[in-house]
């Protein structure tokens, strides 16, 4: 049995993890984590004394499944099964409950279509030792037991090792919500992007049978499940370097944690976290809810923006750190450097040249684009310095009117965070991916930020040609991410994000420093004239 503070494990021949204790609400809880991975074969038995949940549980699992909190249950004591067809989103599932404690005679196991339940659907069986051998050897067990808490049970989860790969993520997520004081919290997935980790919306709920409120997203008693297991860097390049390694991205928690509480005491607004395993990757923290820095992707809100760019002006003025120390131990901050830069616009040769002109790169072509980015490259190393969030755009700042007398700013997507050149996250900013930001409005953002740095005329036109810069390098490794997103991950939709990239990266090359690099993205046809 796994000891219910450590990481559940397969093992060849089978898996346990106990939860213990387990109160009725995080019973309610853990069987709506388990009711949508619930498919044709599955058998789920459900063993223990009178009085222990069994019943409760299954009840909990089939309303979680059918997504109706009030569907009838009525127990099978004297049916000895009950039916239930379920339609979950295009698929149904149809799932057998039955009750044994009444079973006699193993013949009477035969009349009520005992092995034949799962052949075609799924199915729960309480008292399971009643069943005379019938029993599959792939069922999973969930054993109800007494805890030393008076008003919760101990339950312990076994199986084969499939059940442990199916469900060992599952049993890690809700320890840690249990541990968190959330333990009644029911998980909802959030759409993901096209990044490794993956979200849940959490509402803390007072059991199975009440529904999520519809206001939920304004509540206290929402929060992010935060899904980020340690990865090995990846991938490889043509020269056998890795990407996250050259491109100083991070490949686990710890060093993301560490960040967050440094951001948070140089006064950056960062979500607040209620929990962490830094082992399994998870972390619960505050959910920001719904209001970013945009009503659409053609409608920014000015005064959102405006905060925004307050906010990093206030972070750049703070003394430059060389590393955070935190709960996730000691990240040293990485530097922007020329590397890092070059390997994300490969990403805009390998997927945005083949994808505009039909045909891969030509070897000679991507020397001449290298050659015309070094020397900018190498400026960008020079640069004036600030921490860099990397991905300060509209998914990742979210309004909070209620912080202050003008609202305030909460930043997300931060894990990448280095040191590099203070225009970045600016022009992230300024010339947004996802929402199209007038130029009337990127010039009140850019003069804005000059006005609370108070540049000096030096300072104002190294910003200004860096800013550009930096804009022009984002876009175009943006514009291969979009084109990989669609043709490699098949999610098209990211290609509406193109048009909008091409005006932007027309205004980056507005800036005389980078008339070399517009001709070359005209002539090669990756950017419209003009």
């Not at 225009?423 to 409005?441: E, F, G, H, K, N």
């Not at 193109?498 to 990266?505: D, E």
Request: aromatic fraction near 10%; include cysteine.
């Amino acid at each position: 049995m796994a000891d219910p503070t450590s990481s559940p494990t397969s093992i060849a021949s089978n898996w346990s993890f106990c939860f213990d204790p387990l109160t009725e609400a995080a019973s309610a809880a853990l069987a709506a984590d388990l009711a949508p991975l619930l498919r044709i074969g599955d058998v789920i038995a459900l063993e223990g004394d009178l009085g222990m949940g069994k019943s409760f549980f299954a009840r909990a699992l089939l309303r979680a499944r059918a997504d109706d909190p009030l569907l009838e249950v009525p127990s099978p004591t004297f049916t000895l099964v009950q039916g239930y067809d379920i339609a979950s989103g295009e698929d149904s599932l149809e799932i057998s409950h039955f009750d044994l404690y009444r079973i006699s005679d193993s013949e009477e196991l035969y009349e009520i279509g005992f092995e034949e339940a799962w052949e075609s659907g799924a199915a729960l069986v309480e008292w399971p030792d009643r069943a005379d051998g019938l029993m599959p050897v792939s069922a999973l067990w969930l054993s109800f037991s007494p805890s030393e808490m008076d008003d919760a049970r101990s339950l312990t989860l076994s199986g084969d090792a499939l059940w442990g790969e199916r469900l060992a993520r599952l049993c890690a997520k809700r320890q840690l919500l249990i541990r968190s004081g959330w333990e009644h919290g029911q998980r909802k997935p959030i759409a993901s992007d096209l990044s490794p980790r993956s979200y849940d919306r959490v509402y803390r709920v007072a059991a199975c049978e009440t529904e999520i409120p519809s206001d939920a997203n304004n509540s206290t008693d929402v929060a992010i499940l935060m899904d980020m297991p340690a990865r090995s860097p990846g991938p490889q390049l043509e020269d056998g370097r890795l990407y996250d390694l050259v491109a100083h991205r991070v490949t686990s928690l710890a060093p993301m944690l560490s960040v967050c509480e440094g951001l948070e005491a140089m006064g950056l607004r960062v979500p607040a976290r209620f929990g962490y395993s830094l082992e399994e990757g998870l972390m619960l923290w505050e959910d920001f809810g719904a209001m970013t820095l945009a009503q659409g992707p053609e409608s920014p809100v000015a005064n959102r923006y405006l905060a925004t760019v307050t906010a990093l002006a206030d972070l750049h003025k703070k003394p430059l750190p060389a590393r955070f120390s935190g709960s996730g131990g000691q990240h040293l901050l990485s530097y922007y450097d020329k590397a890092a830069f070059e390997v994300e616009l490969d990403v805009f040769l390998d997927h945005y040249w083949p994808h505009v002109r039909g045909h891969a790169c030509p070897d000679e072509k991507r020397a001449a684009f290298k050659a015309l980015w070094a020397p900018h490259l190498e400026q960008l190393e020079q640069s004036h310095k600030a921490l860099v969030l990397r991905d300060v755009q509209d998914p990742n700042c979210f309004w909070l009117p209620d912080e202050g007398t003008d609202g305030r700013i909460g930043f997300i997507d931060f894990q990448d965070c280095l040191i590099g050149p203070e225009a970045y996250d600016l022009s992230a900013l300024c010339m947004d991916a996802r929402v199209t930001i007038p130029q009337a409005l990127e010039k009140r953002m850019l003069q804005h930020y000059r006005d609370l740095r108070r540049f000096d005329e030096a300072h104002a036109a190294d910003f200004d040609r860096d800013y550009h810069l930096c804009a022009a390098q984002r876009i175009s490794k943006n514009l291969g991410a979009f084109a990989r997103a669609a043709n490699q991950a098949g999610r098209p939709h990211y290609l509406s994000h193109v048009p909008r990239s091409l005006l932007y990266l027309q205004r980056s090359m507005e800036h005389p420093s980078l008339a070399s690099l517009k001709q070359w993205y005209q002539a090669e046809k990756l950017m419209p004239p003009g």
